[in-house]
């Protein structure tokens, strides 16, 4: 599914021009992940595209269609979205509660929601707490409930805001194999993320953001080797990218067998 | 100015135990990381460390933990918030609601230590400077952004000048500026004021780069305890779940392939890494 903004702008009413002249295609099937300091407008214009915000000038096309024509129902049935605060979310009283909710609401049969709640979580690593409450979890494992909620809608399109953040090592490793396999899957992916090590090896497109506009849009590993770009927008290179540069390398590397690889070569 | 010793924990109606059984020590003006995976025992040793265990949690506390000169065990947490601080994972948690703006927020807890208003607003006021919040004096604490709020949270505890702070995750709704500034006004207050500091963070770039020493919690138990480089090279080979940066990760798949020396020690920063690599 197409996504789509064009010369768009959005003020808060509190006056601050969040977004200040953003063009951006997502093509469908795309891995797009959105890096900039705090305030660079990466959450308004994510909000955009699920309809939470409409936009002040210009104009939002979800598959093909302007978001100001559709409801944020309607919109939720192709975008699906996973707050950076799961307390933002999350209500039900039971985890399973929580997941079903969506399925729950597009009508689907009893047997068909068990199997998506019970698919989602399998796929988040939280299939022992389908019984607890949500609040009975810690704050990590309910971003992951969230998480789970979202997958559960089978939307065409999903937005993961920081999915990365205050999860432990095993947490980011099994997100990072769930992206990958989405988009083998076909979906498209777009995350906002400070983590520029997971951006690189999971994401293949990054956007740089700042100030309310994107700096630069391109291919991973041509975008994150930019590094005087990516300290201009506050944005920490990735590892292997400081590694590589610092090796006087001009090839960049996604991950780090890939960088073995490369060394390898190099010596022979 | 931290003494630990034999300390279990449970948490109320729970079999396990969330620390079992840890020995540490820990010097005035040193800067220690604890790592660890999710449910390893970092918040409640944080927790355990100001007192918050026993006294708000409940639970079977054996052992003796004494942070600052006190026995945080018979010490009423009033008493210990002039000495031991702590900045909580969440910083919604933290934010007291009974004041209308930032600097009041920050000054709050000095009310309580009875610090005169002068002095007060001196001392709130450089909190806010330190942690990038000047600008931001006069808002909502309710307006904040997550990241401006955790920076709050830091500045109010700050702002007491404990001599023992201890930090859950203080970075984690912080940007890399943001981290960097953070951790730059701990080291600094490590180095000038002698503050001893415990902080709980999954970003190992960051602690291998700033702290003095590392801990490595483990289904409550204290496993690895040293230089950051040492412990961090060792976790790679552990079913700890730390994790590992990408300069360890890169240098670690170039030894697999013989290019890098079987007995060198895993770096942990990009200068270790470029040193073993050159």
């Known amino acids: ?268 | 100015m931290i003494t630990v010793s034999g300390l279990r924990y449970h948490y109320p109606e729970t079999d396990r135990p969330a620390l079992d059984g840890i020995d540490l020590s820990i010097e005035a003006g040193e800067l220690v990381g604890v790592v660890g995976a999710n449910g390893a025992g970092k918040s409640t040793l944080c927790y355990a460390l100001t007192g918050y265990i026993p006294h708000f949690f409940g639970g079977t506390m054996e052992g003796e933990v004494k942070a600052a000169g006190h026995d945080v065990r018979r010490t009423p947490v009033s008493q210990l918030a002039a000495d031991v601080g702590l900045v909580f994972h969440n910083p919604f948690n933290q934010i007291s609601g009974a004041r209308y703006t930032v600097l009041e927020e920050v000054a709050f807890g000095l009310e309580n230590l009875g610090v005169e208003p002068q002095a007060m607003r001196a001392r709130a006021l450089q909190a806010l400077r330190a942690t990038g919040l000047e600008d931001l004096a006069e808002r909502s604490p309710f307006t904040l952004s997550g990241g401006e709020q955790q920076r709050l949270a830091i500045a109010a505890v700050m702002a007491m000048q404990p001599r023992v702070l201890v930090l859950d995750e203080p970075t984690s709704q912080l940007d890399p500026a943001g981290t960097r500034a953070a951790f730059e006004v701990l080291r600094g207050l490590a180095r000038t004021r002698e503050t001893t500091i415990v902080l709980t963070e999954h970003k190992l770039g960051w602690l291998a780069a700033f702290v003095d020493r590392l801990l490595v919690l483990h289904a409550g138990r204290l496993v690895a305890d040293g230089p950051p480089r040492s412990v961090l090279a060792e976790a790679v080979d552990q079913p700890w779940g730390v994790g590992a940066t990408q300069f360890t990760r890169a240098v670690q798949a170039a030894r697999l392939r013989g290019l890098v020396a079987e007995g060198t020690m895993l770096p942990v920063t990009l200068e270790q890494a470029l040193e073993v690599l050159r």
């Open chain 1, 1 to 268: 599914m197409k996504l789509e903004l064009r010369d768009v702008r959005f003020r808060y009413p509190t006056g601050v021009v969040a977004l200040d002249g953003v063009n951006l295609t997502i093509e469908s099937g795309e891995a797009l992940a959105l890096v900039g300091e705090n305030g660079a407008g990466k959450t308004t214009l994510v909000k955009l595209l699920n309809g939470l915000l409409r936009p002040t000038a210009g104009t939002v096309l979800v598959n093909g269609e302007e978001t100001r024509r559709q409801t944020v129902a309607q919109l939720a049935r192709f975008v699906g979205f996973v707050f950076q605060n799961p307390d933002d979310q999350l209500f039900a009283r039971s985890v399973r509660e929580e997941i079903a909710f969506g399925p729950h609401n597009l009508h689907l049969g009893e047997a068909e929601v068990r199997a998506r709640v019970e698919q989602a979580l399998d796929d988040v690593g939280l299939g022992a707490a389908i019984e607890r409450h949500p609040y009975d979890l810690a704050v990590p494992e309910r971003k992951l409930v969230a998480l789970a909620a979202a997958l559960a809608m089978h939307t065409p399109v999903l937005i993961l805001d920081e999915p990365t953040i205050g999860q432990d090592a095993q947490g980011v490793e099994r997100l990072g194999a769930l992206v990958d396999r989405l988009q083998a899957e076909g979906r498209t992916l777009i995350s906002i993320t400070h983590d520029l090590d997971f951006c690189l090896m999971h994401f293949d497109r990054v956007a740089v953001m700042a100030g309310g506009h994107i700096l630069a849009d391109g291919p991973s590993p041509d975008v994150l080797r930019r590094v005087d770009l990516l300290r201009q927008a506050q944005v920490e290179p990735p590892e292997l990218v400081q590694l590589a540069v610092g090796l006087g390398w001009a090839t960049m590397v996604r991950t780090p067998e890939a960088f073995a690889a490369q060394l390898a070569e190099g010596r022979n």
